[in-house]
């Protein structure tokens, strides 16, 4: 029995709820864990998306194994502890949708440890209250949004990269050298800039043809690249050399 004055532990009834069974056919990947963090519902699309059969999490709280190497926290035990500002630590774009009982909405490049191969995912977790707003269980459902992300990057970097020796392209440096300035003039701290040139390369070019002119300076961008090895050092193709 519960104790005097405290609320009973409830969770979602998954043996006969009509909405179960309809969760359990949905084609949106999702999966449904109780207030203690335990899987109650592990939908056939989440099987599909992770290649984790229901068995082996239902009941459990290893639902992260679906998702990461590591032991760390779904959105939907965010959403079950109340911990919104844990969300940029584990997610790189995220949402709380207000303090009103909505949830969270996060991406993240997820490893897919039973795929052998990493998804970037849309992942949205509500909770579920009954009558009394006790929390009762916690909704999660996903997106594969991989083939999108993997486009929006090779779009990114055509706009920012030249296309014969892969480094980044005048507008990009243009934009880097803008903030870098910006920065050490707000910090008073200095900045490095080196411009690499290749002597008498019109020569070069004249004498061997475009073609071995053009693997040079794949060859100078790739050993100019392998010492641009901290966060904020860029290498960029300025001209045409």
Not at 188 to 203: E, S, T
């Amino acid at each position: 029995m519960a104790k005097p004055g405290k609320a009973p532990a409830k969770t979602i009834d998954v043996a006969d709820s009509y909405a179960v069974r309809l969760m359990q056919h949905l084609v949106v990947p999702t999966f449904v864990i109780d207030p203690k963090r335990r899987v109650v519902i592990w939908n056939r699309a989440c099987e599909r998306l992770t290649g984790v059969a229901a068995s082996e999490v239902i009941g459990t709280t290893r639902h992260w194994q679906a998702f990461y190497e590591t032991r760390r926290p779904c959105l939907a035990d965010l959403v079950a502890l109340d911990r919104p500002e844990q969300l940029p630590e584990f997610y790189s774009e995220y949402a709380a949708r207000g303090h009103n009982g909505l949830g969270f909405s996060a991406e993240n490049w997820c490893v897919m440890p039973k795929l052998g191969s990493q998804l970037y995912l849309a992942i949205d977790a509500g909770p579920i209250h009954d009558e009394a707003g006790h929390l009762i269980a916690v909704v999660e459902t996903l997106r594969d949004l991989t083939d999108q992300k993997r486009a929006e990057t090779a779009l990114k970097e055509l706009a920012t990269k030249d296309g014969l020796t892969g480094l980044s392209n005048r507008r990009s440096f243009d934009q880097m050298l803008m903030s870098e300035w910006a920065r050490a003039q707000r910090t008073q701290k200095p900045m490095a800039l080196l411009f690499v040139d290749v002597d008498h390369f019109k020569l070069f070019n004249d004498r061997h043809g475009h073609q071995t002119g053009d693997e040079c300076l794949r060859a100078v961008a790739n050993v100019v690249s392998r010492h641009a090895v901290r966060p904020l050092d860029l290498a960029s193709r300025y001209g045409g050399e």
